[in-house]
């Protein structure tokens, strides 16, 4: 590789409820790299917003593996919460392989609601 020559390290990510995985590098965010990959029609496991931690339509957990995520608002991802896995896929880059499940809150319905 000639000097200077720059790569990224990439990873595959499992998203509950997609029909495959995608492959999403740790300078890039995951929302994009599923937008890039699963392409409309098929469904999209993780809604898709503002694309800039505003909306928190993008809300998912991790469920497994490294990750670092960019700063954004505590609206909809509390320090807790974030604690637990919890992160907005439009401001989270993965560090490892990844493991994550669609985590949206709808504003009309209560949290502590089943079904
Ligand atoms: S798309 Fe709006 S917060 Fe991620």
Same mark, same amino acid.
């Given at each position: 590789m000639p000097d200077g020559a720059m790569f990224s390290v990439t990873h595959s990510?499992?998203?509950?409820?997609?029909e495959t995985d995608i492959t999403?590098?740790?300078?890039?965010?995951?929302?994009m790299a599923m937008e890039q990959q699963i392409h409309v029609p098929s469904p999209r496991p993780v809604r898709?917003?503002?694309?800039?931690?505003?909306?928190?339509?993008? #809300? @998912?957990? =991790? !469920?497994?593996?490294?990750y670092t995520?960019?700063?954004?608002? #505590? @609206?909809? =991802? !509390?320090?807790?919460?974030?604690?637990?896995?919890?992160?907005?896929?439009?401001r989270l880059s993965?560090?490892?392989?990844?493991?994550?499940?669609?985590a949206f809150l709808d504003p009309r319905r209560p949290a502590d609601q089943d079904g």
């Open positions: 990510i499992q998203i509950k409820g997609a999403c590098a740790e300078d890039q965010m995951v929302l898709v917003g503002c694309r800039r931690g505003g909306c928190g339509a993008c #809300r @998912v957990k =991790v !469920t497994k593996g490294d995520t960019q700063k954004s608002s #505590r @609206v909809h =991802v !509390t320090e807790e919460e974030a604690a637990e896995g919890y992160a907005l896929a439009c993965p560090l490892s392989d990844l493991e994550l499940e669609p």
